[in-house]
C-alpha cells in the first residue's frame, strides 16, 4: 500500500509541528503533503525547513475542502489519507488503517480530545435517507481508496462546512463501504474554551439544505428533516432564552439567518443537482479546475 497524507493547514502553526511530527514517528517513509492556506504565522518556513514533507502546496483560498482538493491533485498514493492540522496520530494508527482499507473503500476513526476531566471520543454514526443508509465519516481523520476519490471527484468546493458529510452521501449513493475502526485514532486538546465556538447558524443551514437536496432533490423527506433540524435548534435557543444566557434579540436574529441560510442552500442545492446529474453529484469538485495551488514545493 502507498499512502499519501494530506494536511491542510491554516494558521496554525505550532500544532501543524505537533502533527507532523507525530506522522514522522508513527508513519515513517510516507508521502506527507501538506497543504496551506493563506497563513500569516510563518507556517511556510517552518514546513520548508523540515526534512519530513513530501510537499507543501501554497493556496491562497481559505476553504477547507479547496485544500483537501488541492493536496490530492498531487498526491501519488494509492491510500490517500486526510488528517487535520491539529491532531496527532497515535502508534497504532497506520496499522489499524491497513487493516480497515483492506475489506472497505473508506476507513476512519475517532478523535480522542484531551480535557482536564478525562477524555472523550467518537462513535460510528449513520442514518438512512431515502432508502440510503449514510455512514458518517470523522473528516479530521479518514483514508480512502484513490478510485473513491476520483469517483466522487473529491470534495464540494461550495462548502465551507459539512464537506464530509456531503461526500457520505454521495458515497452511500455509489454503495461504497465506510468501515469504522477505534484503534484508527488521533488525539487533540480542547483549548480554554472547552472546544465550544460560535455557530454560523446561516452557514450551518445553508450547507444542510444545499447538500440534503443536492443528493436527494426537494423530497418530503428533505423538507421534513430540515423542519426538525430547525425545530429542534429553535427549542434549544428559547430554553437558552429562559434561562437568560441568550438575549431574546439574539434568537430572533439567529432564526433569520436559519431562515435564509435554508433558502439559499435549497436554491443552490437544486441547482447544483442539476448541473451533474452523474453519481458524483460535484459540480463543484476536483476537476472544476485547476488554479488551486499558487505555489508547489516539491521534494520527493
Known amino acids: ?72 491533485d498531487r498526491a501519488s498514493g494509492d491510500v490517500i489519507a486526510f488528517l487535520n492540522h491539529e491532531l496527532a496520530v497515535e502508534p497504532d494508527w497506520r496499522a489499524a488503517l491497513e487493516a480497515g482499507i483492506e475489506t472497505a473503500d473508506v476507513v476512519t476513526g475517532p478523535t480522542h480530545q484531551e480535557l482536564k476531566a478525562g477524555m ?79 455557530t454560523d447558524w446561516r452557514w450551518k443551514y445553508r450547507a444542510l ?25 429553535a427549542g434549544g435557543g428559547l430554553r437558552a432564552v429562559a434561562g437568560g444566557s441568550v438575549e431574546p434579540s439574539e434568537w430572533f436574529g439567529n432564526g433569520r439567518d436559519v431562515v435564509a441560510g435554508l433558502g439559499i442552500g435549497l436554491k443552490d442545492g437544486i441547482r447544483a443537482r442539476w448541473r451533474d446529474r452523474t453519481e458524483a453529484r460535484n459540480p463543484n469538485g476536483r476537476t472544476d479546475r485547476t488554479d488551486r495551488a499558487v505555489s508547489v514545493y516539491d521534494w520527493r
Open 1 to 72: 500500500m502507498d499512502l499519501s497524507v494530506v494536511v491542510p493547514t491554516l494558521n496554525g502553526r505550532e500544532r501543524l509541528a505537533s502533527c507532523l511530527d507525530a506522522l514522522a514517528e508513527h508513519v515513517p517513509d510516507t508521502e506527507v503533503i501538506v497543504v496551506n492556506g493563506p497563513s500569516s504565522d510563518g507556517t511556510t518556513g517552518m514546513v520548508r525547513d523540515r526534512d519530513d514533507v513530501s510537499l507543501l502546496v501554497e493556496i491562497a483560498d481559505r476553504r477547507l475542502n479547496v485544500a483537501r482538493n488541492a493536496g490530492l
Open 120 to 198: 472523550t471520543t467518537e462513535s460510528v454514526e449513520s442514518t438512512t435517507i431515502k432508502g440510503r443508509t449514510v455512514t458518517y465519516f470523522n473528516g479530521d481523520n479518514a483514508a480512502f481508496s484513490r478510485p473513491v476519490l476520483d469517483a466522487i471527484d473529491g470534495f464540494d468546493e461550495y462548502l465551507r462546512t459539512g464537506g464530509a458529510r456531503d461526500v457520505a452521501h454521495r458515497l452511500a449513493d455509489q454503495d461504497y463501504e465506510v468501515a469504522w475502526r477505534g484503534d484508527m485514532s488521533v488525539r487533540g486538546e480542547y483549548g480554554t474554551d472547552g472546544g465550544v465556538t460560535d
Open 209 to 233: 439544505a444545499y447538500r440534503l437536496s443536492k443528493n436527494y432533490g426537494l423530497r418530503p423527506t428533505v423538507v421534513r428533516r430540515l423542519v426538525g433540524h430547525a425545530a429542534r435548534d
